[in-house]
């Protein structure tokens, strides 16, 4: 795997593949939204998993405005990648996570490569993400992809910008 990417849109038939990467390669917190349930990959955690996915079924005009992707790598699903309506016209939010497995050898920036090409289609200006200061992951991948990256109050903020060329590889 060096950094050859596809991505297919979640739905049903590979929600559960999705599922099965992040309870055996990710915690929780890096691949959903907080839920009251017990610690750790427990039952009711892993359904609110399928909600939360099943939730953006619609994409960017549905209600959640949300279109999420998985990432595969030689046909097997290694993570998530998503973009989500902001409050501003022709701006989407990302976000993304891998399994630990298939951390490390350039399938991150080549996912956020192709989500910025979908943003542009689906006729997107500018692409914009949060981070912390010490995921150092998600700030040399967003680094990679051309963003310009501003930190505040203990934030990351990254933008790109859609007309601009996208940095070499
Ligand atoms: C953020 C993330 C998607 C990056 O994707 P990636 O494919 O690992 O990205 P890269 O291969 O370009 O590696 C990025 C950096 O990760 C670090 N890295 C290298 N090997 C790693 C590994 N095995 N595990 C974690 N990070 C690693 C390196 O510092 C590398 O930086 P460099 O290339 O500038 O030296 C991935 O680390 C991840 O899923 N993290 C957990 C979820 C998360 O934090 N998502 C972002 C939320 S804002």
Redesign the pocket.
Known sequence: MTGAVRLEPVDERNLEPLLSVAVAEAEPA?VMPPVAAPAGWSHARREAFRQFHRASFGGLDGPGSTQMYVILASGEVV?MIRMTRSGEPGTVET????G?SA???????AALRQLLDFAAAAGMQRVV?E?TPD????V??LR?CGAELREADGKVRAEICLDDPPPAL
């Open positions: 890096d993570g976000g993304m996570w891998l630990r951390r490390g050898q350039g399938l991150g920036p993400a981070t995921n150092r992951g998600a040399s991948v990679k």
